[in-house]
C-alpha cells in the first residue's frame, strides 16, 4: 500500500475515487482513513462506497447509525463511520463474512453483511450509474467470494 499525498489515503482507495468521479470531503476521508487502518497493507481495495453505516449489536433491537465508508478488498471487507460522539467499525477476513448481500433501488445501494456475528448495513445514497456499476461489482466479488447466493 502506497499513501496518495494529495488526500492523505492509500493510492488504491484514492484511484477509485477518481475514477468514480468522488471528490469526499473532510468528514468522508476521515471515514476513509479510519476503514483503511482495520486493512492490512497488502489488500487490494476493490470497491469503495460511502454513506450510512449501521451496526446490529446483540440484545439492542435499535442498530447504531454513522455516516461511514465501506472497503471491499480481496481478502475482505472494512467498514468504518463515526459521529461526534462515538467511531463504529466491522472488519473481518472472507472467511470471517456469513453472508454478505446487495440489494440496488431507488434510495441506493443497500449492503447487508454478517462479519464475525456481527450484523451490519450499509446504504450508499443512489447516484446513477455510479451505483449501478457498484451494485454489479459488488454481486460479481460475492459470487467469486462467497458463491451465488451471497452466504456460507
Sequence with gaps: MTTSSA????????ALLRADRVHPGRAARANLAGASALLEQDDEVLLVLLGELSVFHEFVPVPERATGALLVTDRGIAA???TW?????????????????AAGG????????VVSGTKMGFLEVYAGKRTDAHRRTLAR????????DGER
Excluded at 431507488?106 to 453483511?113: E, K, M, N, S, T
Excluded at 466479488?141 to 451465488?148: A, D, F, K, N, W
Design 80 to 82: 468504518f463511520g463515526s
Design 7 to 14: 488526500a492523505g489515503l492509500r493510492a488504491d482507495v484514492a
Design 106 to 113: 431507488l434510495g441506493g445501494l443497500r449492503v447487508d453483511a
Design 85 to 101: 460522539a462515538t467511531k463504529l467499525s466491522c472488519a473481518g477476513r472472507w472467511e470471517d463474512v456469513s453472508s454478505l448481500k
Design 141 to 148: 466479488i460475492c459470487s467469486e467470494r462467497l458463491g451465488g
